[in-house]
Nanobody, 120 residues
Framework: VQLQASGGGLVQPGGSLRLSCAAS????????MGWYRQAPGKQRELVAT???????NYRDSVKGRFTISRDSAKNTVYLQMNSLKPEDTAVYYC???????????????WGQGTLVTVSS
């Protein structure tokens, strides 16, 4: 099982970016999917998650600006980021709880990270 993230880049303050993360491999089912971020010199923090039913959870600093969504048919999670601020600059990692073929438990998987830089 692999998670492949994409969509990062350089954007000016107030701009928008859309991150995508696709899960591939021998996947039986996916429970939660989400996004975390890690800024230089800081710990990794939760940005947003969504469960299988579509209920979303956001950290306070991104509420009203970021929207998480998922396409279950494509095993893909998205993060639409609007009104970006310099403090949103970080490496963004996708995460998913996946039950893979031949197993009966959900394991935690991470994508490789995609850099988002918000700067003028």
């Amino acid at each position: 099982v692999q998670l492949q993230a994409s969509g990062g880049g350089l954007v000016q303050p107030g701009g928008s970016l859309r991150l995508s993360c696709a899960a591939s491999g021998s996947i039986v089912s996916i429970n939660s999917m989400g996004w975390y971020r890690q800024a230089p010199g800081k710990q990794r923090e939760l940005v947003a998650t969504t469960n299988r039913g579509g209920t979303a959870n956001y950290r306070d600093s991104v509420k009203g600006r970021f929207t998480i969504s998922r396409d279950s048919a494509k095993n893909t999670v998205y993060l639409q980021m609007n009104s970006l601020k310099p403090e949103d600059t970080a490496v963004y990692y996708c995460n998913a709880e996946i039950r893979s073929g031949g197993t009966y438990v959900y394991n935690n998987y991470w994508g490789q990270g995609t850099l988002v830089t918000v700067s003028s």
